[in-house]
């Protein structure tokens, strides 16, 4: 543990793009931009609890076309779940990187929000699946929270 | 009490009664979950023990000593020994969601991610405190 930003190196590619918001793992092996998003949420599931070894992942919505690969798409590995959602990482240095739902709509990059590298114009909105969270934690934030998706019964 | 990650594959068991959890919010913990803080239990070395799946994990280090275990299948965060203390480093995101734990510390909010507003309760540091006072929070008999 250390409060000593990590400092990745930049591509060529990186650098030529105009995209602001770059993101990507922990040892720099994967990196990518997203110049457009649209929500985000905390999922609490049991599934995301454990792909992310923590109290519930945050989840953001990348359109695919404002969504840009800089380098390392080929060292990212993928873990296929027996529902279908697929999840993703660095094959490196573990990261915890992305996650997709067949359920979900096409044309979406769900990112963890956690991975880009400096501020975003992103604030997540809801707490999502706490009916299957830890009985561990409790946010603090006041958003509201739903026992699955955002379309089942509000918890609080 | 027993962990497992996301595929089952890596799977331990950990003795003893360990209840206090403490979230780190710094950036490299936020890079190696993806989340906007980890979740952990300081486990003694001799409560710790592999299930299963130990030749499944795959490691990286910086050089500045931290460390990164995962599982090579699924890429869950898994168990890892805290440097060469007693302890063994447990993310509470593989127990139980059922598990009796509570968040007793949170460190390095100084340099948390701005969308992080959710910390609330247990003892909070803007920086990283010395391991010793980490060890005496997260031992100590709930109040």
């Known amino acids: ?156 | 009490m027993q962990g497992e990650c996301l595929c089952g594959a890596v799977r331990f068991d950990i003795a003893g009664t360990y209840t206090r959890v403490i979230q780190c919010h710094c950036s490299l913990c936020r890079k190696q979950g993806g989340a906007l803080a980890n979740a952990a239990l300081f486990v003694r070395r001799e409560d710790f023990r592999w299930l299963a799946g130990e030749e499944k994990i795959s490691q990286w280090q910086r050089d500045s000593g931290f460390r990164s275990h995962f599982c090579a299948t699924c890429g869950s965060p898994v168990p890892n020994p805290l440097g060469t203390s007693a302890y063994v480093w447990v993310p509470t995101g593989l127990l139980p969601g059922t598990a009796p734990l509570s968040v007793a510390v949170h460190i390095c909010l100084g340099s948390k991610a701005a969308w992080d507003a959710t910390a609330a309760g247990g003892k909070q540091f803007q920086d990283m405190p010395s391991f010793a006072t980490l060890v005496s929070l997260l031992h100590a008999e709930p109040a």
Do not use: K
């Not at chain 1, 650098?15 to 931009?33: E, H, I, N, S, T």
């Not at chain 1, 404002?66 to 279908?84: C, I, K, M, R, S």
């Open chain 1, 1 to 156: 543990m250390s409060a000593t930003p990590q400092a990745a190196e930049p591509s060529d590619r990186e650098a030529a793009l105009a995209g602001p918001y770059r993101g990507g793992c922990l040892c720099g092996a994967v990196r990518f931009a997203a110049d457009a998003f649209g929500g985000a949420a905390h999922c609490h599931c049991s599934m995301c609890r454990r792909f992310h070894g923590a109290a519930f992942a945050t989840l953001v919505s990348v359109p695919e076309a404002a969504f840009h690969w800089l380098q390392g798409e080929a060292d990212v590995a993928a873990y296929t779940a027996p529902n279908g959602t697929t999840r993703r990482f660095c094959r490196h240095c573990g990261s915890s990187l992305f996650f997709h739902s067949p359920r979900a709509p096409a044309g979406v990059v769900e990112v963890a929000l956690a991975v880009f590298d400096g501020p975003v114009p992103v604030t997540p909105s809801a707490h999502i699946f706490v009916g299957s969270g830890a009985g561990w934690i409790t946010p603090g934030d006041g958003l509201p929270q739903y026992e699955a998706g955002r379309d089942s019964r509000r918890v609080t």
